[in-house]
């Protein structure tokens, strides 16, 4: 088959397939199989690089954008009129009868998605763009990022018109936005406040790949221009969702007020199960007609109307502060709260994020305080009923010492929490770290678990992760939930953990701001534990993408007499604590000062492979190609963009073989 045919086809065929796993919900095909046909468009791609368009599913994922363009809506954006009762309603429904005539009015009822509004172009059936709002007349260009939104169809199917813009938030899932916190805190990163911040944040990440890894989503509910063909709001919608764009169902016409009051009242409970956050519902007149001959005030349509549903917001009494350790030693003070109903929850807990937080509320213990449940998960107290404090109240006095050990706290310059230093006697980050030594891109310790480890500190058998290698049989088969088959696999997991390689333990180790990545320069750098150890101050910010706050935290994490009798306990087990003798022998400092951009395939090793062969010799390799790029090296299937930009930037291409010969010189 012709494979420009067999493209276009295929593209159709994912397409349809994306829309109906992202949008609609109900897949089609196994993910097996729709891995099986993007490959083979992959494939025909690579092959065919002159029929790759912007709008193919495999270019989803673009590259990284410096900064954002600016650039006009062909129709200005507006803002929305706010209601807030049955009255304000009518007032509206007055004010356009007085225009319109005595006549019956319909409308559309939508929820009002709460998350950053979008503007997207389509022409011929293809997204060409997507603006931001800006301030209306004109956004910011992030159509990279949009892409990257799996329910965004690229490609239109059935009767759209020739060229448009349409209307909609971009918004994040509470799910997504749950599990996204959820690695964050895993990582000792400070969680997202909400949603709606995540998702307009998401739009301005100049790395699409990073967009791409949040799960986003894009609802639409407007289209700007002039089409003679649709007469009202509501087909509007119906077509929209025919087309392929993801519209929510919920919308309804209403042929009264009272049947929007109706719509109103049910979806400020309802909405509580909807997958995403909402603050109200927008009422649209529902006749194109009729929106046409209203027309906008200075700021908003008039035919169309925010309901802002109430903040659920409820008074109670903050009746104490706790402070809850993480586990990176990270201290969050909680409210307790006299029990209160809200949203339908019984609250008695509330974050106060951290001491400056207390601070900008002028909090006292005992004070009434209003609670609020926006789209947080935990609710929390928006600020105090000065007309209730009397003297009963109490200053709160932050804690100055780590309710899990007793350890004083301690406020790290440029971190607005308190952290408990204690790394090696506070409970919670003892487990926090064995956690993290075990977990899989550390040293992947199979049959054990956080639970475990928690469970095995509890009853003394576990202090730090040099202890794992002193456990036995006995001990383990005593404690309950551990049956004979478990305490197998955990030993066996324990001692093939010693056949890990040194920079991998070093990652393990859990030292603070040493990832993954650092962990390997500092393995290449220095070879072993000892020379680590000894480093200087000086030895490692020399080392490439090693600054002042590294090396800082390198230098007190080996000063620690505890920390280095662990590790050289560890050591004493047989744990890999220096390069592997066939490593080292390949080591040198031949491509020092050297970036390498790596693309296509090679014959004899995997991209991974030579990413690790240049480090090790001690190059770099950056991501894309610019004027700083010492050397391409090229192997087959590269795409021809490439090739052309490493031309014009005069970038030597070189060949997996060029390359051998360089580290063998
Ligand atoms: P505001 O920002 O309060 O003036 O409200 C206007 C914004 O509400 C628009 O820019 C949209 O991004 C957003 N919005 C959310 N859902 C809808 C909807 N169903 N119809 C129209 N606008 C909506
Ligand atoms: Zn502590």
């Not at 409970?269 to 906008?296: F, S, W």
């Not at 075990?438 to 095995?456: F, H, P, Q, Y």
């Amino acid at each position: 088959m012709d494979p420009q045919k067999r493209i276009e086809e295929l593209q159709k065929i994912i397409q349809e397939h994306n829309h109906a796993y992202y949008v609609l919900d109900t897949p089609t095909i196994s993910d097996y199989e729709f891995d099986i046909l993007l490959k083979e468009l992959e494939q025909l791609e690579r092959e065919n690089p002159i029929f790759i368009s912007p709008q193919s599913p495999t270019q989803r994922v673009g590259s990284v954008v410096k900064s954002f363009h600016t650039e006009f809506h062909k129709e200005r954006m507006y803002s929305l009129d706010n209601s807030y009762d049955a009255s304000d309603l009518i007032d509206w429904e007055q004010k356009m009868k007085k225009v319109l005539g005595d006549v019956a009015l319909s409308y559309t009822c939508e929820l009002k998605y709460d998350g950053a509004s979008i503007s997207l172009t389509y022409e011929k059936g293809l997204l060409v763009k997507a603006l931001t709002r800006g301030d209306g007349f004109q956004g910011d260009n992030v159509t990279n990022n949009l892409k990257t939104i799996k329910s965004v169809p690229l490609h239109l199917k059935g009767d759209y018109p020739d060229f448009f813009e349409i209307r909609g938030e971009v918004v994040l899932p509470f799910k997504g936005f749950e599990e996204m916190n959820k690695k964050r805190i895993a990582k000792g990163e400070e969680p997202f406040m909400n949603p709606r911040n995540t998702a307009s944040g998401s739009l301005k990440i100049q790395d699409p790949k990073i967009v791409a890894e949040r799960p986003l989503d894009c609802l639409l509910y407007g289209i700007a221009g002039d089409f003679p063909t649709i007469k009202s709001q509501f087909e509007f919608l119906e077509k929209a969702r025919s087309w392929g764009f993801k519209v929510p169902d919920t919308a309804q016409k209403c042929d009264s007020l009272e049947e929007v009051m109706a719509f109103i009242t049910h979806w400020d409970k309802a909405r509580h199960d909807l997958p995403y956050e909402t603050d109200g519902v927008v009422i649209k007149l529902n006749d194109l007609e009729q929106q046409y001959e209203l027309g906008y005030t200075a700021k908003s349509p008039r035919w169309a109307m925010a309901y802002k549903f109430k903040a659920e917001k409820v008074a109670t009494v903050l009746e104490s502060v706790d402070y809850q350790v993480g586990r990176t030693g990270a201290i969050t003070p909680v409210a307790n709260l006299k029990p209160v109903l809200l949203a339908g929850t019984l609250v008695k807990r509330a974050s106060l994020h951290n001491a400056d937080q207390i601070e900008k509320l002028d909090l006292r213990l005992g004070d009434t305080v209003y609670v609020e449940k926006g789209g947080e998960i935990i609710p929390k107290i928006i600020g105090v009923d000065l007309t209730k404090r009397g003297a009963q109240v109490l200053p709160i006095r932050y804690a100055t010492h780590c309710p899990e050990c007793g350890a004083p706290l301690n406020r790290i310059e440029g971190e607005a929490k308190h952290f408990c230093l204690n790394e090696s006697s506070c409970p919670p980050q003892i487990i926090g770290k064995i956690s993290h030594y075990i977990s899989r891109k550390a040293m992947d310790i199979d049959g054990l678990g956080e639970e475990t480890v928690g469970l095995l500190f509890e009853n003394g058998l576990l202090r730090n992760y040099a202890d794992l290698y002193s456990l036995e049989v006995e001990s383990l088969l005593r404690l309950e939930r551990m049956a004979e088959k478990s305490v197998e696999n955990l030993l066996l997991g324990i001692e093939a953990s010693k056949k890990i390689p040194f920079e991998k333990v070093l990652f393990g180790l859990g030292i603070r701001y040493v990832g993954e990545t650092v962990a390997k320069k500092l393995a290449f750098s220095f070879g072993s534990i000892e020379a680590l150890i000894e480093a200087s101050y000086e030895s490692l910010i020399a080392v490439d993408e090693i600054g002042d706050r590294i090396a800082q935290s390198v230098l007190s994490f080996f000063s620690d007499p505890e920390q280095r009798e662990i590790v050289l306990r560890l050591k004493a087990h047989g744990l890999q604590m220096a390069l592997d003798v066939q490593t080292t022998a390949q080591m040198s400092d031949t491509l020092k000062g050297f970036n390498f951009v790596i693309s296509g395939v090679f014959e004899r090793h995997s991209r991974p492979e030579l990413k690790t062969l240049i480090e090790k010799n001690g190059g770099k390799v950056v991501g894309s190609l610019s004027s700083k790029t010492h050397y391409l090296l090229a192997g087959d299937q590269m795409g021809p963009a490439k090739k052309e930009k490493a031309l014009r930037l005069e970038v030597p291409m070189i060949t997996e073989s060029d390359f051998e010969e360089m580290i063998n010189a």
